[in-house]
């Protein structure tokens, strides 16, 4: 009886410990669309009433694991962002905008069972003229 118990427990520990996100666990970003909607602005860049600021400024934020999976600090986003717009050469009271915006999402092995997560976005800064 102790061994079967032993063999339910084993199987409960191996299902719920895979290195995979389960399903039945939104993501962050799913939970923040929910609650946090985005505004969305459409403009048409087929006049020339721009100019390029900066092609593929690009923005990182970098964190540590232990063994692959401790999180000892979390790259985020927001400071992906901050690192991007601090890349840029912009005035106060332009009339800016982010355009082709890529977000990379990597993970880079270190020595000592270290793992760096890196969060990195990518975008073309442009300034409306008029």
């Known amino acids: 009886m102790r061994t079967k118990w032993m063999l339910v427990g084993f199987a409960l520990v191996v299902l719920l410990s895979g290195c995979a996100q389960p399903s039945w666990m939104a993501p962050i970003e799913a939970i923040m ?8 602005t459409t403009v ?7 100019r390029m600021v900066k092609p593929n400024a690009i923005g990182k934020s970098a ?3 232990l063994l692959g ?6 790259p985020q986003h927001i400071k992906a962002m901050s690192d991007l717009y601090s890349n840029v050469d912009m005035s106060m009271g332009g009339a800016y905008a982010l355009t082709h915006v890529m977000q990379e999402r990597s993970v880079s092995l270190l ?3 270290w793992t760096r997560p890196t969060f990195t976005v990518r975008a073309d800064v442009i300034e409306f003229t008029e």
Do not use: A, R, V
């Open 69 to 74: 999976i401790i999180p000892l600090s979390s």
């Open 44 to 50: 048409n860049l087929e006049q020339k009433n721009y």
């Open 63 to 65: 964190g540590f694991n």
């Open 33 to 40: 669309m929910e609650t946090h909607p985005k505004t969305i």
């Open 111 to 113: 020595p000592f069972f």
